[in-house]
C-alpha cells in the first residue's frame, strides 16, 4: 500500500505569508497527486489535481508542484479564509486513494 | 452544477448495519466517465476511502480491504442516487462519512483522478 505523509503537521502564519506544505510518497507516483483544503464542519474541497493543475474557481495563489515522491502547496499570499487544513491524495492507486494525514494552517 | 445530498441516521447501534443514501443532482449516476465514493473521516484514522460504483456499460464495484467483508454500494438510477451499506458496525465505525465523485482528466495518453464534488458530511455514532 502506498503510504502519504505531510510535513509540517502543523504551522502558524500571517496574512499575507507565503505558505509551503510538503507531501511525500512511499513510492514513486509519477504526476498522481491531488490536494484539498478543509474548514471545519466541512467536506474537503479540491484545489491542485495532476500534483499541478488549478481546479476551476480555485484562486491563483494556489499552486502545487513535484513529482515521482516528493510534492508541494504553496499558497503565494495567505488569505483569512485560506486557515485551513490541507490534505495531499494520491490517486496512482486508484480506486484505492489515500490521503496524507493533513496540515493545519492557524493564525499566527 | 452537481450537488450531492446525504441522507442517514446519526446513530446506529453496534453489530447493526449503517445504511446512507447519497442523491445526485446535475449528473447521472450512470455517467460512463464519473465514479461515486464513499469516503470516512475518524480522528484515529483520518480520510479513508471505502469503496465506489460506476457504470462502464455494466456496474462495476471497488471496495477498501479493510472493510470489504462487510460494505456494500448500490446504485439506484430510478432515483438516481448511490447508497452505503456497513454492516456488523462497531464503535470503530463512527466518523464523519462522505460521498464524493471522482473525475477524470486525461492528459496525453494519462487519466487522473481526482474527487471534485462532495457531499457535505453525515456524523455516524456507533453505540447502544
Redesign the interface.
Known sequence: DIQMTQSPSSLSASVGDRVTITCRASQSISSYLNWYQQKPGKAPKLLIYAASSLQSGVPSRFSGSGSGTDFTLTISSLQPEDFATYYCQQSYSTPIFTFGPGTKVDIK | QVQLQQSGPGLVKPSQTLSLTCAISGDSVSSNSA?W?W?RQSPSR????L??TYYRSKWYN?Y?VSVKSRITINPDTSKNQFSLQLNSVTPEDTAVY?C?R?EI?A?GP?Y?????V????TTVTVSS
Do not use: H
Request: glycine letters at 16%.
Open positions: 465514479a465514493n469516503i483520518g480520510l479513508e476511502w469503496g465506489r471497488d477498501a462522505y464524493a471522482v482528466a492528459a494519462y487522473y483522478y481526482y474527487m471534485d462532495w457531499g457535505k458530511g
